[in-house]
């Protein structure tokens, strides 16, 4: 496909997209609209970065447009639930861009903020509601939202939900919506349980698949420097301080850990935030907003408080420590290659994380080019550093194989 009219969405939505400068749809967007706007329901297996919210909400702008009813109050016409309160705050800015040639009141509810005023945008009604689970049981428990009128309703990130424990909650809202509506399930992975939720939640759905994972690891430029536990603070320092360096988001394991990096990061003379968990949603919004105009180069996130950064121009990502889970260092190296950028990943391992190391070479299905040493300088190619120097890894998993897949 190699632009947006074959889609046939309609004019105010074209020009939205005109507006953002979007010349192509993605795979996910190419493959998805035709069948949402048809009505069908519908699987998405793809990630972040994969333009999955336009390959949502475009369909769904565009049949709210269509039908030309208004919601009632204290309801909503389609519902997106999503696990965190970035993407959600996220989702739904994206929807008010895409939908701003059209009327249609997009509204976002999360916890961690004052409920007061969230109650009191609801009262009229909305077209979209984009919430975060546990918020959105609580409003409807106090009366404040009724989700019998839902028309559309989108489960983002189902796999994330899951590891956040709110597949209980999302079963007892889906369990207040009508019987007949459209739905469509958007997951990065397909384990077991995403699945049997899937056929409880949809009919006869149609599968897409975005390009799997390894697309997204094959379009980074991934460094692994063996560093020791002990050095890996001078080796960040070191790393942060060549000028290519526009954006980074540093990863560590634990929240402590982010509030650790920063803080020695701040002593070494590097401004940087942090953004987990633990933070209030105004730290985390200052965060991101500094780290958006690029007040703050640096970043500093757990993955969980990492799933919804939507930053364009991230250039590197540097994994201060590797994730236990392997699947979550795709999506922490996706955050410098959204929608077909390129960028660097590089990750500082020690000798306990050799294991990981190895997990994360097997779903990637590429082996990771090492270097020892060289990290003062994160611009320059790894060309004649990179060799297999660890002595525990299988032979050959140097450069000569950096390409092979397997
Ligand atoms: P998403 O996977 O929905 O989080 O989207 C990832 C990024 O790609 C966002 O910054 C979008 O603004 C951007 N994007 C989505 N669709 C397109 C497109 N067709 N062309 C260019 N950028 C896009």
Not at 36 to 61: S, Y
Not at 179 to 185: D, M, S, V
Not at 257 to 282: M, T
Not at 355 to 365: A, P, Q, W
């Amino acid at each position: 496909m190699t632009d947006f009219t074959g889609l046939m969405l309609i004019e105010p939505l074209m020009r939205a997209l005109t507006d953002e400068g979007y010349a192509t749809p993605t795979p996910i967007q190419g493959k998805a609209i035709p069948i949402l706007a048809e009505g069908r329901d519908l699987i998405g297996i793809a990630q972040t970065g994969t333009g999955k919210t336009a390959a949502f909400a475009l369909p769904m702008l565009q049949r709210l447009a269509a039908s030309g009813a208004r919601p009632q109050p204290k309801s909503t016409r389609a519902l997106i639930l999503a696990p965190t309160r970035e993407l959600a705050a996220q989702i739904a800015e994206a929807i008010r861009v895409y939908g701003k040639h059209l009327k249609l009141r997009c509204e976002v509810v999360f916890g961690g903020v004052p409920i007061n005023r969230q109650i009191g945008r609801l009262a009229p009604g909305v077209d979209i509601l984009v919430a975060t689970p546990g918020r959105l049981v609580d409003l409807w428990r106090q009366k404040c939202i009724r989700l019998d009128a839902v028309e559309i309703f989108v489960l983002d990130e189902a796999d994330r939900m899951l590891d956040m424990g709110f597949i209980p909650d999302v079963k007892r809202i889906t369990a207040m919506l009508p019987k007949k509506r459209q739905t469509a399930l958007f997951s990065a992975t397909m384990p077991q349980s995403i699945q049997a939720l899937s056929s409880f939640l949809l009919t006869d759905p149609a599968k897409v698949e975005a390009a799997p994972a390894a697309t997204t690891a094959e379009r980074v430029e991934q460094r692994v420097l063996f560093v020791p536990k002990a050095n890996k603070r001078a080796a960040l320092a070191g790393l942060l301080r060549d000028d290519s360096i526009n954006r980074v988001l540093v990863f560590t394991r634990t929240k402590h850990g982010a509030n650790k990096v920063v803080r020695q990061l701040d002593e070494d003379g590097v401004r940087a935030n942090a953004i987990h968990g633990n933070k209030s949603q105004s730290a985390r919004e200052k965060a991101l907003e500094e780290f958006r105009s690029g007040r703050t180069p640096v970043l500093v996130a757990t993955d969980i408080a990492s799933r919804g950064i939507d930053v364009d121009g991230v250039t590197h990502v540097i994994n201060f420590e590797l994730p236990n889970e392997p699947e979550s260092y795709v999506h922490r190296i996706g955050r410098t290659a959204r929608a077909g950028a390129t960028g660097i990943a590089i990750s500082l391992v020690d000798a306990e994380e050799r294991g990981y190391l190895r997990d994360i070479e097997r779903i990637i299905r590429q082996p990771l080019v090492v270097q020892t040493h060289g990290y003062g300088a994160i611009s320059s190619a790894p060309a004649n550093e990179d060799r297999p120097s660890d002595p525990t890894r299988r032979p050959g998993a140097g450069r000569s194989r950096r390409r092979r897949r397997g």
